[in-house]
């Protein structure tokens, strides 16, 4: 009997033992990750060389580094998304010197709380500025100084909705925005530079609403264009002088390092110039793309605007 009773119980302790690892193996593990990373580091080179040559030329050689980063967090209806863009370049030509040739500081958040399938009430910041100095003529140092780091510096803090059906197409609207203009080199503050009321005046606050757009779309195998659109209009004065901005960036992918990237930016500030602003940009170089993997909105579950 005392041989039965240990069996039975020694049978019984491997069966329940068993059922124990076969209800944790049956258990779905959710590997969707909140956070994730995707950023792009490049470093684009350009360079030409002549001798004896009849047509005529000047040596040179340029270079420009970017890194533009994604960084957002996902969770139910929770939507944090933080964008990074750096770049900056130069132009060494003989007989001319070294002048400028990209210079950007562009940094966001924007924090969206889901109400619909694809709208969230959202609140985020901005800040715009470059590294070093500009001036009037091409860069040149001998030039009058036109600008510098944060002189402007652009910094807006808002709320509104946000629309973003899919990680392609973006649209935010805030009809309650402000809008710092800092001028923080001295040689800069001067009345009428960048919106300023008086000469010595550093900063310039404005109040009114702001819309910006991102759209990205594959235009063939190997070859994408991002779009970024942005507008802002004071309430307070002028709310007719609509400041106005547009970027595209066409990328062309030659292998997993190799690039080549094609630039247009267009802008119209009334209190920078009353022209229309346009900067173009063309480089090849090598290019480095950090994915950190799936991300939430990659779950075909969530993706409800492709049909099944």
Known sequence: MKKFLLILSFSAGIFINAQVILDTASVK????????????????????????????????????????????????????????????????????????????????????????????????????SQFSTGYEDGNNPEAKKISNFMAPGYLNVGMGITYRPNDNLNVTLRPSNARWTFVLDEDLQTEGTYGLKADGD????????????????????????????SVFSNYLDHPDRLVLAYG?????????????????????DHNQIKKTQLKQTLGVGFAYTLDNGVKRSDRKDSQWWIKK
Do not use: C, P
Request: proline fraction near 0%; charged fraction near 15%.
């Open 248 to 268: 595209m960036i066409l990328n062309l992918k030659v292998n997993k390092f190799i690039s080549s990237n094609i630039t247009v930016d267009l802008m119209y």
């Open 29 to 128: 593990v959710d590997t969707i990750k909140h956070w994730s990373v995707v950023g792009k580091q490049s470093l684009m080179i350009n360079q030409a060389a002549f001798s004896n040559w009849v047509g005529g030329g000047a040596n040179n050689v340029g270079w420009l580094l970017g890194a533009d980063y994604n960084i957002r967090y996902e969770n139910d209806k929770d939507l944090w998304e933080n964008i990074i863009l750096l770049n900056y370049g130069q132009n060494d030509t003989q007989g001319i010197g070294v002048r400028k040739t990209q210079d950007v500081i562009n940094v966001s958040t924007n924090y969206g709380r889901k109400v619909s399938k694809s709208w969230y009430l959202s609140v985020g910041a901005g800040l715009q």
């Open 202 to 229: 550093n900063t310039l606050l404005q109040y009114g609403f702001l819309g910006t757009a991102l759209y990205k779309f594959k235009l063939m195998e190997n070859v994408n264009v991002t779009n970024t659109a």
